[in-house]
């Protein structure tokens, strides 16, 4: 069992859909997913009461049901994702503790930029492999993605190779408890997706 955990201490920056989009991928890829919300907010959460399909498995844990969440899942399910709250809390340390691999989903905005290097702290503070996901780019900007991975990469950090660009597709499947993936016509943005995961599959293979 392998853990992925999306981090960012600021919100708006399409967490909850990165997570919900490579759950759904991984799902389709064959593995068994369980998916641990850890926002209060429970985006994920009611994503899945929407859901008709049964997969991915979704829970709520707070940081100190983790442990024996994580724990029942081991034998069941190849792969874990966790949503983290967008504020500094204690779950979001908790969340990367234990994870194989971290993703920080970023906007190309100066806001989330700004707040990066405290996740990317975080982060270092516990070994952890991390690569930064510049997501919901403007699909017409190309110069913004270009600047906003300069910035990540003076940081010290690692950006994905793949970009999530925005698109209705996006808000579309969420109203319907889907994901891109599932949604007939959804193009570009379900290509996109599709590449993520087949990169952060690989890294998954790195991490073992």
Request: with cysteine.
């Amino acid at each position: 069992m392998q853990v992925i955990t999306i981090a960012m201490q600021k919100g708006g920056v399409g967490k909850s859909t990165l997570a919900r989009s490579l759950a759904v991928a991984a799902a389709r890829d064959g593995l068994s997913v369980l998916m641990i919300d850890m926002d209060a907010q429970q985006s994920v959460s009611q994503w899945a009461e929407r859901r008709e399909a049964d997969m991915p498995v979704v829970v709520f844990s707070t940081e100190n049901e983790l442990p024996k969440k994580l724990s029942q899942a081991k034998d069941a399910a190849d792969l874990v994702i966790i949503d983290t709250p967008p504020a500094r809390s204690t779950e979001a340390p908790a969340a990367v503790e234990v994870a194989d691999l971290v993703l920080i989903p970023t906007t190309p905005d100066v806001e989330p930029l700004e707040q990066m290097p405290r996740t990317l702290r975080l982060c270092r503070g516990f070994s952890r492999p991390v690569f930064a996901v510049v997501n919901m780019a403007n699909p017409t900007g190309p110069a913004e993605v270009a600047y906003t991975r300069e910035v990540i990469e003076a940081m010290g950090a690692q950006t994905a190779p793949v970009v999530l660009h925005r698109r209705k597709a996006h808000r579309d499947a969420s109203a319907a408890g889907l994901t891109v993936q599932e949604l007939a016509n959804a193009g570009k943005a379900a290509d996109e997706v599709s590449a993520l995961w087949a990169w952060v599959r690989a890294e998954l293979r790195n991490c073992k």
